[in-house]
């Protein structure tokens, strides 16, 4: 058997599969990976302009201003946010009205905020103090310069990257296409209507939900979902089926133990699929598959058992998915141990654990009660995977451990 890092090596090595670069607009980039760096192809501010509604001075006509020795200016005009026509010159001894955003008329150099000022009648602004160069102003490039490189290719675009990329006019970005994958869950006590009651000796069709949900937080493409007994001739039409349409994955769970029910790997074998690993020093998770198709598709056999099912997802999948995605390998975050937990020498485990932060920065992880790889009732409490290496037996209180992150949370472009 391999141990888990050889394994995920060997399905890193396995995604060589160049996914093509495709356009898409804004508002449905958030999730997607850049396919290319992104640069500013303009500046902003585009121009100098006013950051407070007032009035555009040279700042050295008040320099003497004070309550008891005020400045009065004339103002000759107003300046509106959105004004296109070409401003002439501010005249030294003079003032223009200015709103927020509006461009700064050549030559002013402060914008001063009207409530800083008197305005009379006959149009003479007055002002009672000083004001500072620049003051109030916002310059042309301050925000970005042009030919700033914004977003780097391999970034993961998130929410909070459509604000800079709408003020610089990026309507369409070119992005790495989704992988597009095929689930297939097996066996015929599944029930996968879940409005439905559940009938004698049936349980929910579960697994088919969660790799569903955790795949689309991926960014991958569902594009095919199927259902199947136990049974080799289905399995084997269903798989010619699908080495038939354009399809990067497959990912299916049950029937990759040792029973007499578990068809995957022989199925595999007759359509011709190289087999890279079955099997690996994990828990949960050892009846682990993973293959090639004879076209070129790569095959995850996760185990039935829901937990199992998760943890592959999690470790073997999404990695894989990252390669394939380009975006860099996941790096984990660092949580010390509130309790003790023993475990079985020479397997890597994947637990169930429920991460907090503290006030000086710290992460604390509780390993949850409830690691069976039947039971899904933690799911509920836990944010967070607990990484432990085989060679470890016993998780001390205070010890420190890798911890990853839920799959939303990673995909969003957190460590």
Not at 218 to 225: F, K, L, N
Not at 287 to 312: D, E, I, M, R, S
Request: with cysteine; net charge neutral.
């Amino acid at each position: 058997m391999l141990t888990y890092q050889q394994a995920l090596a060997t399905c890193l090595a396995a995604a060589d599969r160049v996914l093509e670069t495709e356009s898409v607009a804004l508002l449905d980039a958030p999730g997607r990976v850049l396919a290319d760096d992104i640069v500013a192809a303009l500046a902003i501010q585009p121009f100098d302009n006013a950051a407070m509604d007032g009035y555009a001075v040279y700042c050295e006509d008040l320099a003497t201003a004070t309550s008891a020795t005020a400045v009065q200016l004339p103002c000759h005009r107003v300046i509106a946010a959105g004004d296109r026509d070409a401003l002439p010159a501010l005249q030294r001894g003079s003032c223009a009205r200015i709103m927020t955003g509006a461009p700064m008329p050549p030559g002013a150099n402060a914008v001063v905020q009207i409530e800083r000022t008197a305005t009379a009648a006959d149009k003479m602004v007055t002002f009672t103090a000083p004001c500072a160069l620049h003051e109030n102003v916002r310059h042309a490039g301050e925000d970005f310069k042009l030919g700033d490189r914004v977003l780097e290719r391999g970034r993961i675009i998130a929410t909070h990257h459509i604000m800079p990329l709408a003020t610089l006019g990026l309507g369409k970005l070119p992005v790495i296409r989704k992988p597009r994958a095929a689930v297939i869950t097996t066996g015929k006590e599944l029930a996968s209507s879940l409005d439905q009651p559940l009938p004698q000796g049936m349980i929910y069709n579960s697994n088919h939900f969660y790799i569903c949900g955790a795949l689309t937080a991926m960014g991958v493409e569902i594009a095919a979902t199927h259902t199947v007994a136990d049974d080799p001739a289905s399995l084997r039409r269903l798989l010619l089926q699908v080495m038939q349409q354009n399809f990067d994955l497959v990912i299916s769970s049950g029937a990759v133990s040792a029973g007499d029910f578990d068809i995957v790997r022989p199925v595999l074998e007759e359509l011709g699929a190289t087999i890279l690993f079955h099997k690996i020093k994990v828990k949960p998770g050892k009846p682990n598959l993973f293959a090639k198709l004879p076209n070129g598709c790569l095959y995850f056999g996760l185990p039935g058992n829901p937990v199992a099912t998760a943890a592959g997802l999690r470790f073997l999948v999404q990695q894989t998915v990252r390669k394939m995605r380009g975006v860099d390998a996941e790096k984990p975050l660092y949580a010390r141990a509130m309790n003790r937990f023993v475990k079985p020498a020479g397997l890597h485990m994947f637990l169930k654990g429920s991460v907090e932060g503290w006030e000086d920065g710290s992460l604390t992880v509780d390993i949850l009660d409830g690691q069976a790889s039947f039971m899904v009732s933690p799911f509920l409490q836990m944010n967070a995977w607990v990484s432990v290496a085989e060679d470890v037996q016993e998780i001390k209180a205070g010890q420190v451990l890798p911890v990853f992150l839920m799959t939303e949370c990673a995909t969003a472009g957190l460590p």
